[in-house]
C-alpha cells in the first residue's frame, strides 16, 4: 500500500523554463542599470540565445553581443541565482497535492543550487502543500538524484519501507531510475502534471 509519495519539482509542478525567463527579466534589469542597454532588447536577445541553444552560453553570448565587459559575468550569474523568481503553480495542481495530503505523506526532493532552489519553493508556496521538503545537493553535487541518500532519507524521516513510496517526476534518469533503484514505485511525468496524468495517478494510488 502507498503511504508516501515523493515529488520532483522542476518540470512536475511548474515548467522550468518559467523560472529561466524570469532570471533572465532580472538580469536584464541588472544590465540595464548598469550599462545603459535597453532592458527589453537585453532580455530578448537572452531568450532567443535560449530558444536556439538551450541554457549554458545565454550570458556570455550576450555580452559578446553587447560589448560587455566579460567581469560582470559572475555579477550577471549572481543576480540570475539570487532574484525571488515569478513563477507560480497552476490551481489544479495545488488542489491536486492537498487532496492527496489528506491521504498521504507528501516528501518534495528537488536538485539544483540549494539557494535558488528554496527560492524556487517559497515563490511556489510549497512549504504548505509538502510534508517535507528535502534538496538533494545540501551536502554536494554527487547526492543529487538518482543518488539513492535523499530517497533513503525520506523513507528514514517517515518511517516507511521502499514499497510504501510512490516517486512522480519528469526525469527517467534522475527521478524515475532514482525510485526503481531503492523499490520504489514510480510514476514519469510528461505534461506537467495535466488533468490526464492527475487522473493516472489517482488510479495507481486507488489499485494498491
Not at 101 to 128: H, M, N, P, Y
Not at 148 to 168: C, K, N, Q, T, V
Request: net charge negative; hydrophobic share 45%; with cysteine.
Amino acid at each position: 500500500m502507498i503511504k508516501l509519495i515523493l515529488f520532483d519539482m522542476d518540470d512536475t509542478l511548474y515548467p522550468e523554463n518559467a523560472f529561466v525567463m524570469s532570471g533572465f527579466k532580472a538580469v536584464s534589469k541588472f544590465v540595464a542599470s548598469e550599462f545603459g542597454v535597453g532592458r527589453d532588447i537585453f532580455f530578448s536577445f537572452l531568450k532567443t540565445s535560449f530558444d536556439k541553444n538551450g541554457r549554458g552560453s545565454n550570458f556570455n553570448d550576450a555580452i559578446d553581443e553587447f560589448g560587455l565587459d566579460t567581469n560582470i559575468l559572475p555579477a550577471m550569474v549572481q543576480v540570475y541565482r539570487r532574484h525571488s523568481p515569478d513563477i507560480h503553480v497552476r490551481q489544479d495542481i495545488k488542489r491536486f497535492l492537498l487532496h492527496l495530503s489528506q491521504r498521504f505523506k507528501l516528501c518534495l526532493i528537488t536538485d539544483g543550487w540549494v539557494d535558488v532552489q528554496k527560492e524556487k519553493v517559497k515563490a511556489l508556496g510549497l512549504e504548505q502543500l509538502f510534508h517535507k521538503i528535502l534538496f538533494s545537493q545540501k551536502d554536494g553535487l554527487e547526492y543529487a538524484k538518482p543518488h539513492p541518500r535523499f530517497f533513503e532519507d525520506a523513507l528514514d524521516y517517515f518511517g516507511m519501507l521502499p514499497e510504501h513510496a510512490i516517486i512522480i517526476g519528469d526525469d527517467v534518469n534522475k527521478d524515475i531510475a532514482g525510485g526503481k533503484n531503492i523499490g520504489m514505485k514510480t510514476f514519469q511525468v510528461f505534461d506537467l502534471l495535466s488533468i490526464s496524468e492527475q487522473e493516472q495517478i489517482l488510479k495507481i494510488l486507488d489499485a494498491t
